[in-house]
Structure formats: C-alpha cells, structure tokens
C-alpha cells in the first residue's frame, strides 16, 4: 500500500486533478403536476435530459407544461410532426403565452423534419433561458429514430448539463440509453367506459432510468387520466 | 455660465446651428438672439472667457456678425447681448455693475411702464435697479420689479432648451449595383451604427427599423418598373445595440433571392425611450428579449417562416373562439408576455395528439357504430366505443361550413395492444378520418 501512495503522490504532483472525483451537481427538478409520478422521481431534472415513453406520455407532457408555465417558466415545444392539440393543452391548464411552439416539417424546407426538430432544439437550450424544452418524435417510425447517432444524445445531454434547462423527448420508447438523466416509461393499464363515454385511462408509471439513485423497479405506481369532459 | 448670442437679419436656423457646435442645450430665446449652457464644456472648450471669441470667430466663418455675451446668468447675458457689440464677459457677481449702462428700452417694458420710468427719469439699467423694491412694486406692480431684478442682473432660470427634429434616417447609393449579400453587409453595418450612435447620443432607442432596398430597373428587359424591397423588424424592447440590429436583419436576409442587384439602400428607424425592466427576485429566468429574437430568427431559417396555411411555423399558440376542432393561430412569441390570470390548475387529464393533416380511413359499422376502421393499411377491430357527438358550424358560409360525426374508438393493434383514437364522419364530404390519438 506504501508504494501505491508514493505512485499516487508522483502523479499527483504533476497532475493534481488526476485522482479528483467529479461529483455531479445536485439536480433540480420541476414537477410533473402528478403526485404519482412526483413522489417517484421528484420531478423531471432540470439540466438533464430526459425521456417519457409509452402511452400517455403526451398527457404527461402537458401536465408538466401546465406546471412549468403556472411557475412563470418559459417553456419550447419542438413538434417534430405537428401534432400538438392547443385545446389539449389549454384544457390541462398550460399557459400559452408562456408556451414557444415550433411546428417542424411544416415549410419547404430542405432539412427533414427530425433533423429540424434537433437543430431547433440545441437553438433553444444554447440560447437559454427556457425552463423547459420538450422535443416530441412520437410519430416517426422506430426505424427512422434507431438511426439517430448515440453522439448526438451525447451531445444534447453534454450541452443541456451547462443551462438550467429540462431537456425532455417524448418518444415511442427510450433511445438516449445512459445519456438520459431520467426515462419514464408509461404503459397502458386499462380504460374506463361509462356507459357510452370514455371516462379515463389507467397507466402504470415505470422508472426506467435515474440519476441519483437506483429506482425500486418493484414500486410501479398507477396513474389516472381523466377525460377531459370529466 | 450662459453664452448669449445676438445677431440680425440672419435666419434663425442658422444661429442655432451655430450655437449647437457649442453647447447641447441652446435655447431659441427670441428671434435674433439664442442662449447657450456652457456647463461641463470647459474641458472641450477651454474657459468661458475664451468661449465667447470661439463663438465670435465661429459666427464669422458661417458669414454672419455677432454679438457674443459670456455671463453666470442667462438673463444677463442675453440683455447684454442686445446691448453691447462684439465680445463681452461678465465674471460672477459682476452682473449689476456691467448692466449698468444699458439704456431700459432693452428690457422691451409695456408702454405705460415705459411712460412712467420716462417720467420719472430713469433711462438706464443702473437708475431703475438703484430704486427702492417696496415703493417701486407699490407703483408699477410685480412687473415693475421684475425689470428691476432683470436690471440688477439678479433673476434665475432655467434654460428651454431648443431640441432640433432630428430624422433618423440614413441611405446609401451605390455606384455599381452589387449582388451579394456580404458587400451589402459593410454598409448596412456602417449605416446602423451611425444610427444607433445619434440615437444613444440622445439617451434613445429604437422600437421600429425599417429597411428600404431599392433594386435595379429592370425595365429594359422584363418591362419591369423598379422593384423595392421594405421590411420592418420590431424588436422586442426598444434597443440601440447596433450589432444585435444587423444579426437579426441578416438573418432575415438571408432567406431572401432578389431578383435584381441593389442600387440604394435606406434605412429608417422610429426613436422611442428606452425600457429599462428589472426581473423579479423570486421569478424564473427568461430568455433575453434581444437574444431570443435571434434565435426566433434562427429557427424560422430551420424551419421556415409560414406553412401552406400562411400560419407561422414558430411562436405563441393561441385557440380561438370557435367550435370547430383544431382552431388555433400562432402569434410571435415573446418573453415579456403580460401575466395571466389562468384558471385554477385541473387535474391530469387526457390528452389528444393531432394527425395534421387528418388521415382519411374507411369504417365498416355494425348498426350505426364503428365496427372496424382502417388504420396504416390495417383493419383494426374496434373494442370500444364512444359516440356519435355531433358538430357542425359556418352554416352561414359555405366555403368554411363543416358537419362531423366524432366516435372516441379503442382499437385493437398489433401484438394485442389497445390504442385510444378519435374518428370522426365528414357529413358533407361522406368521409371518414382519423382526428387524432388520445395518448
């Protein structure tokens, strides 16, 4: 053990940051505006980027939006195949004028729509100041996004870890692997039918991936999404 | 010190000309015959003393005599400069003495004043400011002793300054027309940041830039008139950073072929106050105004500005007063949105993504409810559903009227899987699509 200390003494005179340990910063968070998955996450980090997959994952989306804007955050919506439903989210309570919608795909532009979609969305976080940026590729085919480099998840996560920002993608399932501060995982539960009305849809919530802590994968909560002429 | 200066039968315009290469703060006091602050202009100028020969040679190049008075008080000095000729300096305190000698007729008093004093025999400055206050209010009234303070060279004020109607306005001819953007570049720079310079020079901002482009005729060759190009950037803030007006003007020009070289351009910006806000202690940050405009403008050359619709492809979303699904425009977004007053938060609910366009499908019904839909070149079994809700509006305009019949629908997809959608019936066109998912 003598001679492993005088080694490490050695090189630490000549590099002295060689031994040091990087410790993460403590996360903060914005809440989701749903208990169940709040208590099981403590929110969607800011400064990380994160994933939401599965069914429901728009519902949740908007919640967050709805929370985020009630802060007086400044939110970006990337919408990669111009899907998002303005009533929706006024509905869930998410406040517009604090909302940025960039609706991709939509000119004739030479870009493809996802390529758009990440370009816009690193023009968000480096330009800074948004408290949340969701990027929504929900409706691409699982063969396109397969195709997206591990290096630009790497990137986005690279660069979102310098701003105070929640870098969120919304996706069929998870692509960004350990890039990803956070990846939720939502599966559908069963739906509620009154009579001739869908009255609510029952999802259960998996913590697939955290940063600080190992998720107990035992702990599965549930979650009820009402119709929203309930 | 004040610097008057007195000179006839030249305009106005010409004399106030002369006396802004001295001061900022002139005041067009009477035709004739201008007020000059000099305070906080010895560095530049030299001492006050001096500043009256400058302003006298000064008057002599622009090919007009004047009569220059250098004094502490403005009143003093203009008096004196209707009274003495060439260049007179009147040290602090010195006023009564130096007045002295002017005749009253100066003062230009009311003609029954004037009367009185030639009564009384009082001619001159130094006789009517000897009189008694009391007695001398008591018989020509506060009038009276007004003349009689601006006699004793006494009086205080504060000067009206005079502020020129400045145009911000600047333009360039070319000599050759040119084609390129870059060489284009070196003088809309130049021009904005003299602009932007006469602006901060007067504590303003611009709120307005307008940029005028005017392109070669064509005439000869396509029958064409000259072509013009204007577009208006309206920051968010009023602004004078000339670096952050040129990215924001370039970024839009960019995205622009013109069809012929320019020849002359011109620019014109709208002064305004400047705004200054301080963000709260305890509020979130938000982008910067100026720096999200730039990335507004980037992202509009990523993703185009306006879709087919005309609709902008970035910006605020807004639903409208309507019943019609999916009625929305977009507005520019901005980080100084006024707060809302926003309903009460409701509890998560579902919500719908949009197929934009609608994806037009097939329905086999069983009665009158869905039985199968086709779904991505699929017939999916329909497990549950919900409907029909009827809707219509725009009865009253055909080419907006619209009918539908909507079914809340779980399918049944590959693997087993259930997916919630919403299908709707066009009643006039006898269609089916598929609205959206609930997701």
Redesign the interface.
Known sequence: MPFACAIRAQVEAHIPSAFAVYRRPEFKSIQT??SEIDQLTSGIPISALSEICG?????????LL??AT?????CALVDAK????????????V???????????????E?PPLE?AF??AD??I??????VVAVDL??FSERLLNKIQPATWFRFAHVVEKH?TALVFIEPRPYATSCAGLVLNLT?KS?T?QG???E??TLEVEVVRTRDKKSPHSVRPE?S????W? | MFAAIHATDISQTLLLECAHEFSPCVESTAPGIVLLDLYGTERLLGPSREVGKQIYLRAKELGFDAHVVVAANPDAAQYAALGFKGVTFIPREQERQKLAELSVNVLSPSPEISETLENWGIQTFGELAALPSIPLTQRLGQEGLRLQKLARGGSQRFLVADEPEESYVAEFEFDDPIETIESLSFILSRLTQELCERLASRALATSEFRLILELESYQLRTGKDDQIYEHVWKPPRPTSDAKFLCRLVFLDLNEITFEAPIKKIRIEVVPSRPRATQGGLFVPASPEPEKLEITLARIRGVVGSVDENGTACAGSPQTLDSHKPDSFRVQPFSSVAPKQDLPPPVKPSLALRLFRPELESSVELTGDRPHFVKLWKKHRRVVSASGPWSSSGYWWNQSFTWMRDEWDVALKMSKGKIELYRIYLDRLRGKWFVHGAFD
């Open positions: 505006g749903i069914v429901g994952k728009t519902s949740v989306l908007l919640s709805a929370y009630r802060q007086e955050h400044y111009d899907s998002f439903d303005t009533a929706s989210a006024q509905n869930i309570g406040d517009l004028t604090h909302l940025l919608w960039v609706r991709c795909g939509k000119s004739k532009q870009l758009q370009r816009v023009l968000l480096q330009g800074g100041g948004f408290g929900s409706n105070k559908r739906e039918w001739n009305l869908l609510n849809l979650v999404l009402q119709a929203q309930m």
